[in-house]
């Protein structure tokens, strides 16, 4: 697939412009939306992302049009495991709701940023190092383990970084509408709502870790990984707001994850053998018996375990709640820690948690 200079262009430009509409249209001026103005933007940014895939099948071939799409899939289930987080952070600096969409703005437009750079990188290193894939394959490995039997079972608000943060800046306790500074007294004070938006960025740049290794073990065309990457960020506002109450149900989702990294460090490893330069394996020969994972499968595999991980996600706490009120669906694992954080998380933030409480209760999960 061969993306031109020109090509390139539009399509980042096309992109901004996107995020610049979706600032000023729902975003600039303060409020919760709707559960319909949110499944309407969510529906219509998901048939972009899909009618986009069928234009590069149709115009470069449908191997490309497959690596997008398994590049899709899992770059959207990547940052639906993000919102859980970001619901956490949110609550533990006790955002108030009708501010919440210009923290996940902000956010999402860093997490674009940081995984370009990335992708820069990732593109640099892959054409001039074949060995960076044996790096990626390990990597996806090892994150695929910490994701299965680790989650997420910390606030982020509470971090040695954000307590760094605030040793450094000057922060008031109370939130001064949606303003990032504010002048006390004649001295200059950043709010909570900057520490919010500076813990979303912390956030995005690990997980871009998993991100872009993971895209890239699926296909080599950065322009895929590009698009993929925007077209997975673009709408997760409006999904955070139309599945915030369904995220403390997808207590498999970290497994389905799991399943999915591991997959595609395996296919890494798989790919690294077989252009092999390294010379102490085989000579610095390549592998040709090692098979290569064809991109069909890989998107089959991917959309299955996508798929299993959410109905029996929904089918085991739906079980729970009938059985016996929720007790069966805790203590699990440590991934259903962070969803029990995010049920917290959600049922604060649904509350209202004081708009005006102190730094210490913004600290709480």
Same mark, same amino acid.
Do not use: C
């Given at each position: +697939?061969?993306?031109?200079?020109?090509?390139?262009?539009?399509?980042?430009?096309?992109?901004?412009?996107?995020?610049?509409?979706?600032?000023?249209?729902?975003?600039? #001026?303060?409020?919760?939306?709707?559960?319909?103005?949110?499944?309407?933007?969510?529906? /219509?940014?998901?048939?972009?992302?899909?009618?986009?895939?069928?234009?590069?099948?149709?115009?470069?071939?449908?191997?490309?049009?497959?690596?997008? /799409?398994?590049?899709?899939?899992?770059? &959207?289930?990547?940052?639906?495991?993000?919102?859980? @987080?970001? $619901?956490?952070? +949110?609550?533990?600096?006790?955002?108030? &709701? #009708?501010?919440?969409? &210009?923290?996940?703005?902000?956010?999402?437009?860093?997490?674009?940023?940081?995984?370009?750079?990335?992708?820069?990188?990732?593109?640099? *290193?892959?054409?001039?190092?074949?060995?960076?894939?044996?790096?990626?394959?390990?990597? $996806?490995?090892?994150?695929?383990?910490?994701?299965?039997?680790?989650?997420?079972?910390?606030?982020?608000?509470?971090?040695?970084? +954000?307590?760094?943060?605030?040793?450094?800046?000057?922060?008031?306790?109370?939130?001064?509408?949606?303003?990032?500074?504010?002048?006390?007294?004649? &001295?200059? /004070?950043?709010?909570?709502?900057? $520490?919010?938006?500076?813990?979303?960025?912390?956030?995005? !740049?690990?997980?871009?870790?998993?991100?872009?290794?993971?895209?890239?073990?699926?296909?080599?065309?950065?322009?895929?990984?590009?698009?993929?990457?925007? /077209?997975?960020? +673009?709408?997760?506002?409006?999904?955070?707001?139309?599945?915030?109450?369904?995220?403390?149900? !997808?207590?498999?989702?970290?497994?389905? *994850?799991?399943?999915? !990294?591991?997959?595609?460090?395996?296919?890494?490893?798989?790919?690294? $053998?077989?252009?092999?330069?390294?010379?102490?394996?085989?000579?610095?020969?390549?592998?040709?018996?090692?098979?290569?994972?064809?991109?069909?499968?890989?998107? !089959?595999?991917?959309? @299955?375990?996508?798929?299993?991980?959410?109905?029996?996600?929904?089918? #085991?706490?739906?079980?729970?709640?009938?059985?016996?009120?929720?007790?069966?669906?805790?203590?699990?694992?440590?991934?259903?820690?962070?969803?029990?954080?995010?049920?917290?998380?959600?049922?604060?933030?649904?509350?209202?948690?004081?708009?005006?409480?102190?730094?210490?209760?913004?600290?709480?999960?």
């Amino acid at each position: +697939m061969q993306a031109t200079p020109l090509v390139w262009i539009v399509t980042i430009a096309v992109t901004i412009l996107f995020f610049v509409y979706e600032f000023f249209a729902h975003v600039r #001026k303060p409020h919760e939306p709707s559960i319909g103005e949110s499944a309407r933007w969510s529906a /219509f940014y998901i048939g972009l992302a899909l009618l986009f895939g069928v234009g590069i099948g149709m115009v470069s071939g449908w191997t490309f049009g497959g690596e997008y /799409f398994a590049g899709y899939l899992t770059e &959207k289930a990547l940052s639906v495991d993000n919102l859980f @987080v970001f $619901l956490i952070v +949110m609550t533990g600096f006790a955002v108030p &709701k #009708k501010y919440q969409q &210009k923290v996940l703005m902000v956010g999402i437009i860093i997490a674009l940023i940081l995984r370009g750079g990335f992708i820069a990188i990732g593109a640099a *290193l892959i054409e001039n190092f074949s060995w960076v894939f044996y790096i990626f394959g390990a990597l $996806l490995l090892f994150l695929a383990y910490r994701q299965a039997f680790g989650g997420h079972d910390s606030n982020p608000a509470d971090g040695r970084f +954000m307590k760094f943060v605030r040793r450094v800046l000057p922060v008031t306790p109370d939130y001064h509408r949606d303003r990032l500074t504010v002048n006390l007294d004649g &001295k200059r /004070f950043v709010t909570p709502m900057l $520490l919010t938006i500076i813990a979303i960025g912390f956030v995005d !740049l690990i997980f871009a870790v998993d991100s872009i290794p993971a895209i890239y073990g699926l296909t080599g065309e950065s322009y895929i990984v590009f698009t993929a990457n925007a /077209f997975a960020l +673009m709408g997760l506002r409006q999904l955070f707001f139309l599945i915030g109450g369904l995220l403390e149900r !997808l207590v498999y989702l970290a497994q389905g *994850l799991a399943v999915i !990294l591991a997959f595609i460090g395996v296919k890494l490893v798989f790919h690294a $053998l077989h252009v092999n330069e390294v010379s102490f394996i085989n000579g610095g020969q390549p592998l040709l018996w090692v098979p290569e994972i064809p991109i069909w499968f890989s998107l !089959l595999f991917i959309a @299955v375990t996508i798929l299993v991980a959410t109905v029996a996600s929904l089918a #085991k706490t739906r079980s729970s709640r009938v059985g016996d009120g929720g007790e069966g669906a805790r203590g699990d694992s440590a991934v259903h820690d962070r969803t029990s954080a995010a049920a917290v998380a959600h049922q604060d933030a649904e509350a209202g948690v004081g708009e005006d409480t102190d730094s210490t209760a913004r600290s709480r999960r």
